[in-house]
């Protein structure tokens, strides 16, 4: 698995010392872009296909989740539903489908995440929590398999 954390400039630091896996830092290079400009700069440095998005505030999910969110090739994300709430954007993505959506979102002058799912196919499934709590940072995390 590859690790991408988009971050602001100033928050590498923090989240290099809070990190507890080998990753990638992506600094966000439109600060004030939003969910959907942090997003987009970690699908474009994913190096696979695809990739799973997770924010601040939304629970450590559990070991197997990953393989759940993987998309099926019918869809361009598998949104995950996380001890019965939708955690919009947490989920697993097709990389190229998601940047064209964020690109478009962005372009269009829109910096909610709703508007970016709203330009892709999509499905959701039921994930389970993981029973430890973690330190939230204000950074997205793309993880990318």
């Not at 019918?74 to 097709?94: K, N």
């Not at 064209?100 to 002058?109: K, N, P, Q």
């Not at 959701?124 to 204000?138: D, F, G, K, L, N």
């Amino acid at each position: 698995m590859d690790t991408v954390v988009v971050c602001q400039d100033g928050q590498r630091l923090d989240i290099s010392d809070a990190a507890h896996s080998d990753h990638r830092i992506v600094v966000d290079p439109v600060p004030e872009g939003g969910p959907v400009a942090a997003m987009r700069a970690g699908f474009r440095a994913a190096r696979t296909r695809t990739a799973f998005v997770t924010t601040p505030g939304t629970p450590v999910l559990s070991a197997g989740s990953l393989s759940s969110l993987s998309p099926e090739s019918s869809v361009d994300a598998t949104l995950a539903t996380v001890d019965g709430r939708r955690r919009e954007p947490c989920g697993g993505y097709a990389v190229e489908a998601a940047t064209e959506a964020c690109d478009t979102t962005l372009a269009m002058g829109s910096r909610r995440v709703e508007d970016v799912l709203a330009r892709l196919s999509t499905t959701t499934v039921a994930v389970e929590s993981a029973p430890q709590s973690t330190t939230a940072t204000e950074a997205t995390v793309t993880g990318t398999n």
